[in-house]
């Protein structure tokens, strides 16, 4: 095939340049001085959704200044559904500058594919690199992470379903954070926060949403930004009860409603359990990823029941999950 035979061209570019002998005399390895060239640094944050990728993004961004943060959440790079999709919000962001948060308009571009993800994020990092500052990867949709990270991508094919093609060969030098969880106490965490971004104003947010001619849309194979979980469960109950006809909130619609958030609720498990299982495959094929254990918080955090910034499951998560990560990002940056 043509890719294939670019590769093969490519390979035999950068293994055969001969050795010059210069005027006087002294060898030249040129293609070797290119080889030795360093890859740029990049701290990269993975983990299933909901494990505090965001909260350490900011933690050590700040701590390890000047940053930048490159988000890798494939329904964050939308513009809208900020508290379906679970935006940090601006003024946790702590002045760190974020990167493809919220770009992107879905009506426009429909569908952002990995393989422009992996074109312009390559551009956003570069740049960050060329400020003198460290890019941070940060965001759970493992598809996005591999086709930036890896040396030859090819967006044909399924890496996390065809464990041999995983490459391991990286074009950049990451550092990699993996924040873990046992899956029992995720789960009741993720059922919490499900139930927190409802108090926050998701069902509103989907409400104004579907406020629109989006309700005659077939979401039958939704796209972009209405793939986001939350989207098609709410898509079912605006149909049956449009946004803003129907006043008290009867018995059968309470129904229909709790329908709904059980259905949420689910399907982020699912994700969470999917998102795991990819991470293992990366670390299975040889990618050195560091496991932080969140799992003691989450217990904590379950048990409070609030998210101040000084309640207990703050020192935890600093001893478990922050100290340990400064430790090897400190370590990473002055090799
Ligand atoms: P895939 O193999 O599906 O491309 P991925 O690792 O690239 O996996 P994920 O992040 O696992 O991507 O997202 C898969 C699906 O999970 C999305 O299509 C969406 O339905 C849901 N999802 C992911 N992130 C979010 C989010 N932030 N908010 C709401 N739904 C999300």
């Given at each position: 095939s043509?890719?294939?035979?670019?590769?093969?061209?490519?390979a035999?570019?950068?293994?055969?340049?001969?050795?010059?002998?210069?005027?006087?005399?002294?060898?030249?390895?040129?293609h070797?001085?290119?080889?030795?060239?360093?890859?740029?640094?990049?701290v990269?944050?993975?983990?299933?959704t909901?494990?505090?990728?965001?909260?350490?993004?900011?933690?050590?961004?700040?701590r390890?200044?000047?940053c930048?943060?490159?988000?890798?959440?494939?329904?964050?790079?939308?513009?809208?559904l900020?508290?379906?999709?679970?935006?940090?919000?601006?003024?946790?962001?702590?002045e760190?500058?974020?990167?493809?948060?919220?770009?992107f308009?879905?009506?426009?571009?429909?569908?952002?594919?990995?393989s422009?993800?992996?074109?312009?994020?390559?551009?956003?990092?570069s740049?960050?690199?060329?400020?003198?500052?460290?890019?941070?990867?940060?965001?759970?949709?493992n598809?996005f992470?591999y086709?930036?990270l890896?040396?030859?991508?090819?967006?044909?094919?399924?890496?996390?379903?065809?464990?041999?093609?995983?490459?391991?060969?990286?074009?950049?030098?990451?550092?990699?954070?993996?924040?873990?969880?046992s899956?029992?106490?995720?789960?009741?965490?993720l059922?919490?926060?499900?139930?927190?971004?409802?108090?926050?104003?998701?069902?509103?947010?989907l409400?104004?949403?579907f406020d629109?001619?989006?309700?005659?849309?077939?979401?039958?194979?939704?796209?972009?930004?209405?793939?986001?979980?939350?989207?098609?469960?709410?898509?079912?109950y605006?149909?049956?009860?449009?946004?803003?006809k129907?006043?008290?909130?009867?018995?059968?619609?309470?129904?229909a409603?709790?329908?709904?958030?059980?259905?949420?609720?689910?399907?982020?498990?699912?994700l969470?359990?999917?998102?795991?299982?990819?991470?293992?495959?990366l670390?299975r094929?040889?990618?050195d990823l560091?496991?932080?254990?969140?799992?003691?918080?989450?217990?904590?955090?379950l048990m409070?029941g609030?998210?101040d910034?000084?309640?207990?499951?703050?020192?935890v998560?600093e001893?478990?999950?922050?100290?340990?990560?400064?430790?090897?990002?400190k370590?990473?940056l002055?090799?």
């Amino acid at each position: 095939s043509k890719r294939r035979r670019r590769r093969l061209i490519m390979a035999a570019c950068t293994t055969a340049a001969p050795a010059t002998v210069s005027s006087s005399g002294v060898q030249q390895h040129n293609h070797h001085h290119r080889q030795q060239r360093k890859k740029d640094k990049m701290v990269v944050i993975m983990g299933a959704t909901g494990t505090g990728k965001s909260r350490l993004s900011i933690d050590l961004a700040t701590r390890f200044s000047p940053c930048e943060i490159v988000n890798s959440d494939k329904m964050q790079v939308y513009k809208g559904l900020d508290i379906t999709t679970n935006k940090i919000a601006f003024h946790d962001r702590r002045e760190v500058p974020h990167h493809f948060l919220g770009e992107f308009d879905t009506d426009e571009v429909g569908e952002l594919p990995a393989s422009e993800f992996r074109e312009r994020a390559e551009l956003t990092i570069s740049d960050i690199i060329s400020r003198k500052r460290t890019p941070f990867l940060v965001g759970g949709s493992n598809s996005f992470v591999y086709s930036l990270l890896v040396e030859e991508y090819d967006p044909d094919s399924d890496v996390f379903n065809d464990s041999n093609s995983v490459s391991s060969k990286l074009r950049y030098d990451c550092c990699f954070l993996w924040v873990d969880s046992s899956l029992p106490v995720l789960y009741e965490y993720l059922d919490k926060r499900v139930d927190d971004m409802l108090d926050l104003g998701m069902f509103r947010e989907l409400a104004e949403f579907f406020d629109s001619d989006e309700l005659d849309r077939d979401l039958e194979i939704p796209a972009g930004l209405r793939k986001a979980i939350g989207v098609p469960e709410f898509h079912r109950y605006f149909k049956k009860y449009p946004p803003g006809k129907y006043k008290d909130l009867d018995r059968v619609r309470r129904g229909a409603y709790e329908e709904a958030v059980r259905e949420i609720k689910e399907n982020t498990r699912q994700l969470a359990k999917r998102q795991i299982g990819k991470i293992m495959r990366l670390r299975r094929a040889g990618w050195d990823l560091r496991r932080l254990d969140a799992t003691a918080t989450f217990r904590l955090l379950l048990m409070d029941g609030s998210d101040d910034d000084d309640s207990d499951w703050r020192s935890v998560w600093e001893r478990q999950v922050l100290e340990p990560s400064v430790k090897i990002v400190k370590r990473f940056l002055e090799e």
